[in-house]
């Protein structure tokens, strides 16, 4: 039967405090939803714009209302792969791509891991909680506040100014969790091997993104104590190759690759160049994680606190007790 695109509509989501990074602040997210129907089933995906490369959540509604005639003919599987060639990679694609993932499953009675061709049911993992920008001390009190909720693992926003005062702040404000820490592309002028070499003695394990996309070089002398991850460098499988040299993982969020598909290829590529595999996210609902939560299952680093950061979340959505995102509840 043929694809019908129910609804592409854009939602707006309160998080429950300001998610402040180097790029600017948040207090609300709008998201993308994608609605795709066949055989009395109906699949559906989200995304989140991603705002560095310019994204807007009405514009990629109007991506996604204008491929759908392109798709409507066609079945679930054969619809995914025209969406890569129809559309870039973003979260239109993204939103477009998981709905029809979706879709498929449905319609042959799988769930989407078994669809994906995993090995076995995704179980609970560890995931980060974000610690975003503020004074030291401001960071160690969401600090203290994250472990005593149960998170074992925080990942510190980094600015480049004042970035070890603010992860002295968080390890105090949270001894006995792992950290990690994202720079989102703030350390171009700063002295990159002696801020990894000060962050690795206060127990940070990885530091994401460090120097801005483009001027990854600047990583190419350096060996660091700790890894270095590609987020902003890092969009698409053909990507990998490119960045290998510089990085030692990368970051794999399906808002970036524009959809599951696009991030299976990821994956697989990483594996083959021997890189360590994250899973993050953008801020959004349980429905933009579903796809990427089994995904997380191959991943070193999982960074699924999206619907955690948020004032509230859909019915039905995942379970985030003792530092762990299980499966959807219900």
């Not at 002295?191 to 000060?198: F, G, Q, R, T, W």
């Not at 697989?268 to 089994?294: E, N, Q, R, Y």
């Amino acid at each position: 039967m043929a694809i019908q695109l129910k609804s592409a509509r854009v939602e707006r989501w309160p998080v429950a405090e300001p998610f402040v990074i180097s790029r600017g602040a948040k207090i609300h997210v709008d998201v993308v939803v994608a609605e795709v129907a066949a055989d009395g089933c109906v699949g559906r995906g989200e995304g989140t714009p991603v705002d560095y490369l310019g994204e807007d959540a009405v514009g990629c509604r109007d991506r996604i209302l204008r491929a759908a005639p392109h798709i409507a003919a066609m079945g679930a599987a054969d619809a995914r792969a025209a969406v890569q060639e129809l559309m870039p990679p973003g979260a239109a694609r993204n939103a477009l791509d998981c709905a029809l993932w979706d879709l498929e499953a449905r319609q042959r009675g799988l769930r989407l891991w078994q669809l994906a061709g995993c090995d076995g049911a995704p179980t609970a993992r560890v995931t980060a909680f974000t610690i975003s920008l503020g004074t030291p001390g401001a960071m160690a009190e969401r600090a203290a506040t994250a472990e005593a909720d149960g998170y074992r693992l925080l990942k510190i926003k980094l600015t480049g100014e004042d970035d070890r005062l603010r992860v002295a702040g968080v390890r105090k404000g949270a001894p006995h969790a792992r950290l990690i820490a994202d720079a989102n592309e703030s350390w171009g002028q700063v002295d990159i091997l002696s801020d990894a070499e000060a962050l690795a003695d206060m127990g940070v394990e990885m530091i994401e993104q460090p120097v801005p996309a483009g001027a990854d070089a600047l990583l190419d002398p350096i060996y660091a104590p700790i890894p270095f991850v590609a987020d902003e460098s890092c969009h698409t499988a053909a990507d990998v190759a490119r960045i290998g040299p510089f990085y030692d993982g990368v970051n794999i969020k399906l808002d970036k690759a524009g959809g599951l598909t696009e991030a299976l290829r990821i994956a697989d590529a990483a594996d083959a160049a021997g890189l360590s595999i994250m899973v993050g996210c953008m801020l959004g609902t349980s429905l933009a994680i579903a796809p990427a939560f089994f995904l997380a299952q191959r991943a070193r680093w999982v960074d699924l606190d999206g619907p955690a950061l948020l004032a509230r979340d859909r019915e039905g959505g995942f379970a985030f007790r003792d530092g762990r995102i299980g499966p959807p509840v219900g």
